[in-house]
Nanobody, 115 residues
Framework: QVQFVESGGDLVQPGGSLRLSCTVS????????MGWYRQAPGKQRELVAAISSFGITTYGDSVKGRFTTSRNNTKNMVFLQMDSLKPEDTAVYYCNKSPPGASSWGQGTQVTVSS
């Protein structure tokens, strides 16, 4: 029913910044709480940030103070601003509903933090 397309990932140096974007199609974004998830090779997928339909945000402990999520319901988009990036932030980043439930996953966007 709902499709997610992530973009904005790149190779950046430690301490750098990236802004990820997620475009949602197939439904009105404003109906849902949304989350940003990441998965590093050999590790479990983790929720790093979430934003309710009203804009209330929560963050994982590892990214608090460094990441900020926002949304534009009119454009059907969700964003993740990542600052002070660390090598351990390296992962494929996905957006989805929070919780994802039965929703399918997009391709994700690769974020690599390395010097």
């Amino acid at each position: 029913q709902v499709q997610f397309v992530e973009s904005g990932g790149d190779l950046v140096q430690p301490g750098g910044s990236l802004r990820l974007s997620c475009t949602v199609s197939g439904d009105f974004l404003g109906f849902y709480s949304m989350g940003w998830y990441r998965q590093a090779p050999g590790k479990q997928r983790e929720l790093v940030a979430a934003i309710s339909s009203f804009g209330i945000t929560t963050y994982g402990d590892s990214v608090k103070g460094r990441f900020t999520t926002s949304r534009n319901n009119t454009k059907n988009m969700v964003f993740l601003q990542m600052d002070s990036l660390k090598p351990e932030d390296t992962a494929v980043y996905y957006c989805n509903k929070s919780p994802p439930g039965a929703s399918s996953w997009g391709q994700g966007t690769q974020v690599t933090v390395s010097s």
